[in-house]
C-alpha cells in the first residue's frame, strides 16, 4: 500500500494552523463535487441508504463437490476484478458462499482455509469502499456428505445449525457496519427429499437467526428472504400447502435493532429464472408493484433486489431500465440492487471485463478492462449516478462516519483513476485535494 507524503497532500489540498485544520477553498470546484455526491432526488432514501453493486460469483461454484479445490471446482474474486467494481461507482457487492465449505460439520468450527478466502475478499472490497453483502448461496438446504440436500428445519439440519452459522459470522464482522449479513440464498419449498418448508417455519427460522446476530452486535444491517426463491414477482400469490404467502408469513419477521431489509430476486425471462437470454416484455417492473405495496403497508419496511440481470439484447434492456427507473423512482422502501452477476469464470450475464476471464489478478491488472456490451449500454450509467450513503456521502467506506479508514481509502488512490475511484466525488477521475476537501469538511459521525 502507498500512501502520499504528508507535505505533498498538505500543497495540494490543506494547512495546519495552530493546531486546527483549516481547508483550502476551492469554491466552485467544490461546489460541483457537492453537486455530484448530493444529487437531489424526487424521495428520501431508505435508512439503509441506495445502493447499487454486483454480485461475485464464484465462492460457491460446483454445489455437490465439497470441499473442492480453489482454481479447479470453484473460484475467489480477485482484487483486479475488486477494484473493477469500486472504480464503476458501485458500493456494494454480494458475495456468495457454500454453507459446506465453510462449515463443513453442523455447528462446527469454520474450515480456516475457506473462511480465508471469504475474509480476504471482504476485507479487499473494504478496503475498496465497497460494502459487502454476505450470502450462504444454500436456498435453504444443506448437503451432508453423501446425502442430498435437506431443509432447514429438518432432524438431520436442525434449525440451530443455522443459527449457529450466523452467530459465528456475526462474531467475525460485529464491528465492521459495512458488512452486511444476507440470511440465506432463495430459500425454496421443496428439499431434495420432497420435503417441504412452510413459509410460516422459514419466518420462524428467520427471525431466531436474526435473534442470534442480535446477541452478538446492532450494527450490521440484516437481509431476509423470503420462500419461493424470494421472488419478487410472486411475493403475495405463491402459496404453500398451508395456503400461506411470504406477505402473509414475512410480516411476523422482526429486528429489535431497526436495520433489517427484505430481499427478493427478479429475472426477467419467461419464468422468471434467470437461466434464459430472452426476456419476457411483460415482465420488469410491473412485477414489483405488489412486492412495493406491501413494503409500504408495513410501514418502515425496505426492500433489496439481491439478484437481478438478464441477456444483452433490446427487450433485455428495456426490461432492466424498466426495474431500475421502479427502484430508483421508489426508493423511500427500495435500497437498491445488485445485479446477477461477475466472475472470474464462465456466468450467465456476467459483466466480467472481456479479456479478464480464467486470468490471474496480476493479468488482469496488465490489461486494460474492455467492458461488456451491458455494462456500457445499460449499467454503467446507472452506477455512475445511482448510489447513495443515506445523506453521508463522504462515508467511502459506509461504516455510518466520515473519519481515519475513509481518509485512508482516498490517499490510496491517490491520483488519475482512469477507472474511477470511491472517492472521486467530483467524477473526473482524478483523486486530488478538490475531493479531499469535500471529505474534510464532512468529517464525523454521519447525521
Not at 479445490?69 to 473493477?84: C, D, K, M, R, W
Not at 429486528?255 to 431489509?261: F, T
Not at 437481478?308 to 426495474?323: E, K
Request: net charge negative; hydrophobic share 40%; with cysteine.
Amino acid at each position: 500500500m502507498q500512501f502520499l507524503s504528508v507535505s505533498r497532500v498538505c500543497a495540494q489540498s490543506f494547512v495546519v494552523h495552530s493546531g486546527r485544520l483549516v481547508v483550502a477553498s476551492l469554491a466552485l470546484a467544490a461546489t460541483a463535487a457537492l453537486a455530484v455526491a448530493t444529487e437531489s432526488r424526487a424521495t428520501a432514501d431508505t435508512a439503509f441508504g441506495f445502493h447499487l453493486g454486483v454480485n461475485a460469483a464464484g465462492l460457491e461454484f460446483a454445489e455437490g463437490n465439497f470441499p473442492g479445490t480453489l482454481g479447479t471446482n470453484y473460484v475467489a474474486p480477485t482484487a483486479a476484478e475488486i477494484g473493477y467494481y469500486a472504480g464503476k461507482n458501485m458500493t456494494i457487492v454480494r458475495l456468495p458462499f457454500a454453507w459446506e465449505r465453510l462449515q463443513p460439520t453442523l455447528s462446527g468450527a469454520f474450515d480456516p482455509t475457506y473462511l480465508g478466502y471469504i475474509q480476504t475478499a471482504v476485507s479487499t472490497m473494504r478496503s475498496n469502499g465497497l460494502m459487502v453483502l454476505l450470502d450462504p448461496h444454500n436456498y435453504s438446504m444443506y448437503r451432508l456428505s453423501g446425502q442430498n440436500r435437506r431443509h432447514i428445519g429438518t432432524s438431520s439440519v436442525p434449525a440451530t445449525a443455522f443459527v449457529d452459522l450466523w452467530s459465528r459470522l456475526a462474531d467475525l464482522y460485529k464491528g465492521d457496519a459495512g458488512v452486511v449479513f444476507g440470511l440465506m440464498n432463495e430459500p425454496v419449498q421443496w428439499d431434495d427429499y420432497g420435503e417441504e418448508l412452510q413459509c410460516a417455519e422459514w419466518a420462524g427460522y428467520a427471525n431466531q437467526a436474526i435473534a442470534a446476530i442480535r446477541a452478538k452486535t446492532t450494527q450490521n444491517w440484516i437481509f431476509v428472504p423470503g420462500n419461493f426463491w424470494t421472488g419478487a414477482w410472486s411475493w403475495t400469490t405463491a402459496t404453500d400447502t398451508t395456503g400461506a404467502t411470504n406477505a402473509t408469513a414475512m410480516a411476523s419477521v422482526v429486528d429489535s435493532a431497526g436495520k433489517m431489509a427484505f430481499e427478493v430476486h427478479q429475472y426477467l425471462d419467461s419464468n422468471y429464472s434467470g437461466t434464459s437470454d430472452t426476456c419476457d416484455a411483460s415482465h420488469g417492473a410491473a412485477d414489483l408493484d405488489n412486492f412495493t405495496a406491501w413494503l409500504r403497508a408495513q410501514s418502515g419496511r425496505i426492500g433489496f433486489i439481491g439478484e437481478v440481470g438478464a441477456g444483452s439484447n433490446t427487450t433485455c434492456y428495456d426490461d432492466l431500465n424498466g426495474v431500475f427507473d421502479y427502484v430508483t423512482t421508489n426508493r423511500d422502501v427500495w435500497a437498491g440492487w445488485t445485479y446477477w452477476g461477475s466472475s472470474n469464470w464462465s456466468l450467465q450475464f456476467s459483466i466480467e471485463p472481456t479479456n479478464w476471464g480464467y486470468q490471474s489478478s496480476a493479468t488482469q491488472l496488465s490489461l486494460t478492462p474492455i467492458d461488456t456490451v451491458m455494462m456500457t449500454t445499460v449499467l454503467a450509467a446507472r452506477y455512475g449516478s445511482g448510489s447513495s450513503g443515506a445523506s453521508c456521502p463522504a462515508d467511502v467506506n459506509h461504516n455510518g462516519g466520515v473519519e481515519g479508514a475513509d481518509l485512508a481509502i482516498m490517499l490510496n488512490g491517490w491520483g488519475a483513476q482512469p477507472l474511477g475511484h470511491r472517492a472521486d466525488f467530483n467524477a473526473d477521475l482524478m483523486v486530488d485535494g478538490v475531493d479531499l476537501e469535500f471529505l474534510l469538511t464532512r468529517w464525523g459521525a454521519c447525521n
